[in-house]
T-cell receptor, first 113, second 109 residues
Framework: KAGVTQTPRYLIKTRGQQVTLSCSPISGHRSVSWYQQTPGQGLQFLFEYFSETQRNKGNFPGRFSGRQFSNSRSEMNVSTLELGDSALYLC????????????FGPGTRLLVL | QKEVEQDPGPLSVPEGAIVSLNCTYSNSAFQYFMWYRQYSRKGPELLMYTYSSGNKEDGRFTAQVDKSSKYISLFIRDSQPSDSATYLCAMRYNNDMRFGAGTRLTVKP
């Protein structure tokens, strides 16, 4: 099976712009979670989508949003970018059950100037 | 206090050494425990997945869970330079995942 794919892999934006990141889960997986990873804060949970519905949400401002399509692909959007949004954004997919583990994509590295 | 505590290191060992990585947690609701390995500029990859207290072995890796002490460990035997990476512990209850900060490990030839 192909793994989790994320596009783009690298992105440079300026403050105030918005950005959309894409994630394609492993075939058959219905759950997609998004994480922000920074050297200071580690891996922080953003949100999870399951069958096109947001099932769980972390403590991030409303500038961070996401959605999931019927084919389980997911997008994450960040509006009004701030310097502190520079990070590695990771998505992870699973079948969606409570006992299921997550498989991560390679991430999108976002730099905000 | 964070829900999951993990010493960030860095940890440096000679090739062939036994490595011990640890995490403690505060929420007794956690049911599933994982270890991920993350190489520089890559996404985390799953190494070990355990459910109950006890040991689970996979090749050179052994995961240990002690739910009564809220403590999990990962042991790496005969460590290799290719094991140099950041190791993240993770745990889950219902649909909530929590990660440790990660321990950076360097294995020197």
């Amino acid at each position: 099976k192909a793994g989790v794919t994320q596009t783009p892999r690298y992105l440079i934006k300026t403050r105030g712009q918005q950005v959309t990141l894409s994630c394609s889960p492993i075939s058959g997986h219905r759950s997609v979670s998004w994480y922000q990873q920074t050297p200071g804060q580690g891996l922080q949970f953003l949100f999870e989508y399951f069958s096109e519905t947001q099932r769980n949400k972390g403590n991030f401002p409303g500038r961070f949003s996401g959605r999931q399509f019927s084919n389980s692909r997911s997008e994450m959007n960040v509006s009004t970018l701030e310097l502190g949004d520079s990070a590695l954004y990771l998505c992870a997919s699973s079948y969606g059950g409570a006992q299921e583990t997550q498989y991560f994509g390679p991430g999108t590295r976002l730099l905000v100037l | 206090q964070k829900e999951v505590e993990q010493d960030p290191g860095p940890l440096s060992v000679p090739e062939g050494a036994i490595v011990s990585l640890n995490c403690t947690y505060s929420n007794s609701a956690f049911q599933y425990f994982m270890w991920y390995r993350q190489y520089s500029r890559k996404g985390p990859e799953l190494l070990m997945y355990t459910y109950s207290s006890g040991n689970k072995e996979d090749g050179r890796f052994t995961a240990q869970v002690d739910k009564s002490s809220k403590y999990i460990s990962l042991f790496i035997r005969d460590s290799q330079p290719s094991d140099s990476a950041t190791y993240l512990c993770a745990m889950r209850y219902n649909n909530d995942m929590r990660f440790g900060a990660g321990t950076r490990l360097t294995v020197k030839p």
